[in-house]
């Protein structure tokens, strides 16, 4: 991993060690405040503790004050207000704290979020046309939108309306609309403390002064918890006031008296009062999100402002519902799109991988771009919709996608976007040729192959993660954009054992010793698709803590893994080559000639082939070590063929590449219910799954999957899931399947397609590519 990326640990800034004297503890936490510019007491300890931290006048903010006296006076006078949002959780969080806070005055108020489908971001005139025909009101008053609004805030002034817009997205080169009032934090200096503001907080800003004005600040302590949300939700930059209100939100969230937000929690099962912002941008904000992306933003407004508690309860249900299709729909768009690589594997011929699916939820085809792009390191582009397609970009390292898309303008009908992401609309016909162009234009970006710069922020031993450190490290939370997780590095480490974290295997955890004997488990995110460590080691690490059960312990999460070059060259010795994907040769024949060519070689078959070669299915990872290795039948994954190659350590491999017939659903399934069969019959029901995977020709993942459906499906019963196996039996028509059948088909059917996918790629790649 991050073989081609320098690593170079700080050194100590020379006022760490004033700081240090200043504000105490770990001198490393001095370290990293000098290292991220706080080099002043006053500073440092603003930095770390908000009750020192003076935030600046709201009024600071251009226009502010006049927006201000507009909405004194439209409550004074109870004017109808409109307030229109976005539907992200920036924007829903926004509308809510507006709507809650002018409610409490008694003003007359309404929202409105647009479709993220039928009317994408911002305001459209034909769409404010229909609000003011239905509404009548005297203000329109926005959020986290509007600053590029001109024919919409013009529509608005020739029908009477006062405008005010609070946003915090860039500014238009044209100017700014002509509304009574622009609150944007983006017409401040770039260093001022109230720029980096996300639409929440430009928001709760606009609030903050008017309920100073009225008298009634008290009330602002409570809006705090929205401020949060959408602050980690938008990935604000945590500096100056957007660190501070964080801070205080955070508090308020973990003691929230939000009903909403507390049901929410309930349903979803998270612990509100050990709520970190990894929780909110792993759990909360993908629940309320899901509500702008696949219906109506104002559900999750109204969970976050209502007091009722049915009506909380059932609003919660269905975000959580709403969550669950969400997760469904992106699984079927990234069967479909490995299905479509599968089908032709020549689109990773191109530098930009563009795809195209008329029918796909166009709120979710970001999320699967994004996931497309760092599997295959290119950029993504996935399309929808008919004539008039629409689309979302996602980059990778070393590429703008941007840059590269507005090359393309002629062929386009919008876009825009910046380096990392963008969104674009062009006709259905163009498709092809803007994949042309779009990957000319980013080859054209290729520079010289410089090796990228892995800071770090110190090196540690082992036996230094303690509760007392960690706590230390925790003073300089929250993390996130602009203040990330403290970086650490433990070096020349081995690996003293590992497991799989989940039935899936996706994610590991590893037991690492350093030379002096400490040892410490290390949490691997993703790690069941990379291969384990053989040799001595260096690893990056941030620290944290885990709750479980009222218990908190220290916590390591790996970050990079750098094996010793020396030792890899020792520990894997070069292995040769030898295609045989297009010899004429097959089945028994085939392999009569590697046992000619190497008598005491290992074939490796799996499937239906291991069926009739008569072999039993043994388990990947305990394979004897041989010279010489066939790979007959084409493994189900990268990870699957990486275990076999450590298991056998051939210096010799053959390559035959052929793949099993039973890649698609029906199939697969058929064959798995034969299997459970046999071991109903001759195994007492255990079903061992690395022996049915090998058996199916498939991932242990899929066969997981597998048994759930057909579970669901009434032909067996699960009686037990262990780790390492399930304990089945014939099916129980009185006890049903406890599993929710979107997620398991959706499920099986993406893990079914990325088998498809890499075993089409490894039929047409470069040989010297098989070992990535």
Partial sequence: MQTDVNWEVRPVPDEAVALQEAIGGHPLVAKILALRGLVSAEDARAFLDPALYVPAPPEDLPDLAV??????????????????????????????????????????????????LQESHGIRPESLARRLDEHQPDLLLTCDTGISAHKAVEYANERGVTVLITDHHALPEDGLPAAAACVNPRRLPPDHPLSALPGVGVAYKLIEALYNRLG?????????????????????????????????????????????????????????????????????????????????ARLAVELLTTDDKVRARILAQQLEGLNKRRQVDQRQISAAAQDMIAADPKLLDDTALVLYGPTWEPGLVGIVAGQLAEQYNRPCILLTGRDIVRGSARSAPGYDIIAAISEQAGLLHEY??????????????????????????????????????????AEVRL???????????????????????????????????????????????????????????????????????????????????????????????????REYPEESVVAEPQTALIDWRRRSERDEALRDEFIRLEPDGLIWLEGPHRDAARLPAPVRAELQQNQALLVYTIPPSAFVLRQVLDAVQPQRLYFAGVAPDNQYEGAFLKRLLGLCKRAINQEKGR???????????????????????????????????????????????????????????????????????YRAFCSHCDIDNLLG
């Fill in 416 to 457: 825009g976007g910046h380096p990392g992401a963008a969104g674009l609309s062009l006709p259905e016909g163009a498709i092809d040729r803007f994949r042309r162009q779009l990957s000319k234009a980013l080859e054209r970006q290729k520079k010289a192959d410089i090796p990228e710069t892995l800071y770090i922020d």
């Fill in 687 to 757: 079903g061992e799954l690395e022996r049915l995977a090998v058996a199916a020709a498939q991932t242990v993942e899929a066969v997981v999957w597998g048994l759930r459906l057909l579970a669901l499906e009434g032909a067996i019963s699960i009686q037990k899931e262990y780790d390492e196996f399930f304990q089945i039996a014939p099916a129980e028509p009185s006890c049903p399947a406890p599993y929710d059948r979107p997620e398991v088909e959706s499920t099986l059917a993406t893990l079914l397609a990325e088998a498809r996918a």
């Fill in 463 to 561: 036996d230094d993660v303690t509760p007392g450190f960690v706590e230390e490290i925790e003073r300089l939370a929250p993390f996130g954009e602009g203040n990330p997780p403290v970086l650490l590095l433990a070096s020349h480490l081995i690996l003293a054992g590992h497991s799989f974290l989940g039935r899936e295997r996706l994610h590991r955890k590893l037991t690492v010793q350093s030379d002096d004997g400490a040892t410490h488990q290390v949490l691997w995110w993703d790690g069941g698709r990379y291969p384990l460590p053989e040799g001595h080691f260096d690893l990056t690490f941030t620290v944290g803590f885990d709750v479980y059960r009222g218990n908190r312990q220290p916590a390591i999460t790996l970050h990079t893994l």
């Fill in 67 to 116: 927006a201000v006296d507009q909405l004194q006076d439209a409550v004074a006078l109870h004017k109808a207000i409109l307030i229109w949002g976005d539907f992200d959780v920036d924007g829903q969080t926004a509308t809510a704290l507006l709507l809650e806070a002018l409610r409490r005055l008694d003003a007359e108020v309404i929202c409105y979020i647009p479709d993220r």
């Fill in 216 to 296: 009634c600040t008290d009330a602002l302590a409570s809006l705090l918890d929205l401020v949060a949300l959408g602050i980690v939700a938008d990935v604000a930059s945590q500096v100056h006031d957007t660190r501070y209100l964080l801070q205080m939100g955070l508090e308020r969230l973990r003691n929230t008296e939000r009903l909403g937000l507390r049901v929410l929690a309930e349903v979803a099962g998270i612990n509100l009062p050990a709520i970190t912002t990894e929780g909110i941008g792993f759990q909360i904000a993908p629940r309320l999100n899901a509500a702008g992306r696949l219906d109506d």
